[in-house]
């Protein structure tokens, strides 16, 4: 029922932009977000958005990240730019709280994010 995309291997500095698809039921009830787990961390809240587009951010992502939904294509997008070594996680996407995976279905497959030299 999430299926995040947009991962992959950038320099420090640089951007990319993470899509995530919901079900159409998903979109419409919930507030969303993304989550991130480092190796060896707990995953964490990166960014949320509600279904009126208010949002909010993690102290460590402000200024860097953005988070934005298209409610007609039923997906949620996290424009990462400023890209620095510890933002190297998995990204996952979920309702805000998370209810997949907690309350049912599960947590998507995530979407890797390497930031290297």
């Known amino acids: 029922q999430l299926v995040e995309s947009g991962g992959g291997l950038v320099q420090p500095g640089g951007s990319l932009r993470l899509s995530c698809g919901a079900s159409d039921t998903i979109f419409k009830i919930y507030n969303m977000a993304w989550y991130r787990q480092a190796p060896g961390k707990q995953r964490e809240l990166v960014a949320r958005i509600t279904r009126l587009r208010s949002t909010n951010y993690a102290d460590s992502v402000k200024g860097r990240f953005t988070i934005s939904r298209d409610n007609a294509k039923k997906t949620v997008y996290l424009q990462m730019s400023d890209l620095r070594p510890e933002d190297t996680a998995v990204y996952y996407c979920?309702?805000?709280?998370?209810?997949?995976?907690?309350?049912?279905?599960?947590w998507g497959q995530g979407t890797q994010v390497t930031v290297s030299s």
């Open positions: 979920n309702t805000d709280p998370p209810k997949l995976g907690v309350d049912f279905g599960s």
